[in-house]
C-alpha cells in the first residue's frame, strides 16, 4: 500500500498449539477448523483531504475505540461497555479466552494501537496490516508484501478488467499496467474506472496515464484514491523535528530526477550532515514512502514522486526573485 502505501507488513500474532502455513497466499492455520472472524480498521481507508500533517489520535483513543466497536461485535451491550480502556481490554480478555477467533487489524499505526486488540484464547489468531514494521517481542512474525513484477501485475489486471474489451487493446492494457506501478490499489481503480464508463476505450485511459500531470487524476474513482493512500504516510510521520526534516526530504526528492537516493545526496541537497539526512530518509522508508534498493540507497516510485512533486508546489516556497 507505499504508493508504497499499498506496500505493507503484515504480522501475525498465532496460538500457542500449532506452527502457522502458508496456503494461496492467506496466512493460515493448519488443521483447525473454521473460526469466527472479526476485523477493525485502525484507521479510517479514505483520509479527508487536509494537511498530511494533520494530528493524530494518540495510540489509547483509537484502541479504545476499536475495542468498542470488537465488545459489540461480541455481543456485548452497548449500555453494558466499560467506561475506560483498562476495563474494557479486560473484558475482552475475559469474552475471547475461550473463543476461536481470527482477527484482522487494519492499518495499524504501532504496537500500541495492537496490544488492547490481541485476543486471550490460545486458540486465537491475529493478523495486522501495517506499512511499519511492527518491531515488537510480542508481535514476532512478519509477512513484507511488496509490489507486483509485470507478469503478476497484468494477470490481476486481467482478472479485473473485462477480457474482451482486454483482448480488444492488447497494447494499451500493457501501458495501463505498466503506468500502475506494480501496485494494486492503483490497477484496480484502473479496472473501476473501466468498469463504470464501458464506452470508454483503453487507449484513452493509457493515454492519461501516460501524461505525468493527469495520472495521479485518472488513479482516482470514487472511495479510492491513490493521492489519499500515499498521504497516508505522510500522516504516518512523528512529530517534530524528525517529522519536520523528513517531510521536507519527500518534497526535495519529488523535484529529483535521479532514480536512486543516499543520504550524502540529500546531505549535498539540503546542506544537512549525513546524519540528519539518512534519519530523515529512514523516516520515509519507516513509512513506505521510499523503498530500498541496496545498503544506503533507497527510491521513490513514480506515483508517490508525481505526489510529492504536487506537495513541494503548495508547501515549499517559491524562490525569492533575483534583481538585476
Known amino acids: 500500500m507505499g504508493a508504497q502505501g499499498a506496500h505493507r507488513h503484515r504480522t501475525r500474532i498465532a496460538g500457542h498449539r500449532r506452527d502457522p502455513r502458508r496456503r494461496r497466499g492467506r496466512q493460515v492455520r493448519a488443521g483447525r477448523p473454521r473460526r469466527a472472524r472479526r476485523g477493525r480498521r485502525l484507521r479510517r481507508r479514505r483520509p479527508a483531504r487536509r494537511s498530511a ?7 489509547a483513543a483509537v484502541a479504545g475505540r476499536g475495542l468498542r466497536r470488537l465488545l459489540r461485535s461480541l455481543g456485548l451491550d452497548a449500555t453494558a461497555l466499560p467506561s475506560t480502556l483498562d476495563e474494557a481490554a ?11 477467533l481470527l482477527v484482522i487489524l487494519d492499518d495499524a499505526l504501532d504496537p500500541g494501537q495492537v496490544r488492547p486488540l490481541i ?19 510480542d508481535l514476532p512474525s512478519h ?6 513484477g ?13 477480457p474482451g474489451r482486454l483482448r480488444a487493446e492488447p497494447e494499451a492494457a500493457h501501458r495501463i499496467v505498466r503506468r500502475c506501478g506494480g501496485l494494486p490499489l492503483a490497477l484496480r481503480i484502473a479496472a473501476a474506472h473501466l468498469a463504470a464508463r464501458p464506452g470508454r476505450t483503453l487507449s484513452r485511459l493509457a493515454d492519461q496515464l501516460a ?36 517531510a521536507h526530504a519527500f518534497f526535495l526528492l519529488g523535484l529529483q530526477e535521479t532514480p536512486v537516493h543516499t543520504a550524502a545526496a540529500l546531505s549535498a541537497l539540503t546542506g544537512w550532515p549525513e546524519r540528519r539526512a539518512e534519519a530523515a530518509l529512514n523516516q520515509l522508508l519507516d513509512v513506505r514512502l521510499l523503498e530500498a534498493t541496496g545498503p544506503g540507497r533507497c527510491r521513490m516510485h513514480d ?19 533575483t534583481s538585476t
Not at 124 to 131: D, G, H, L, Q
Not at 143 to 148: I, T, Y
Not at 303 to 321: G, K, S, V, W
Open 53 to 59: 500533517r494533520r494530528h493524530r489520535r494518540p495510540p
Open 143 to 148: 509477512l513484507h508484501l511488496g509490489g507486483l
Open 303 to 321: 506515483l508517490t514522486r508525481l505526489y510529492a512533486r504536487e506537495q513541494a508546489a503548495r508547501h515549499m516556497p517559491e524562490p525569492a526573485p
Open 119 to 137: 485476543p486471550a484464547g490460545p486458540e486465537c489468531a491475529v493478523i495486522v496490516t501495517s506499512r511499519r514494521i511492527m518491531a515488537a517481542p
Open 211 to 246: 501524461d505525468p500531470s493527469r495520472r495521479l487524476d485518472a488513479l482516482e474513482h470514487a472511495d479510492l484514491s491513490m493521492r489519499d493512500t500515499i498521504a497516508v504516510g505522510l500522516q504516518h510521520l512523528p512529530e517534530e523535528p524528525a517529522g519536520h526534516d523528513a
Open 150 to 162: 509485470h507478469a503478476e501485475a497484468a494477470a490481476l489486471f486481467a482478472r479485473l478488467a473485462d
Open 90 to 100: 479486560a473484558r475482552y480478555r475475559s469474552l475471547t479466552s475461550a473463543r476461536n
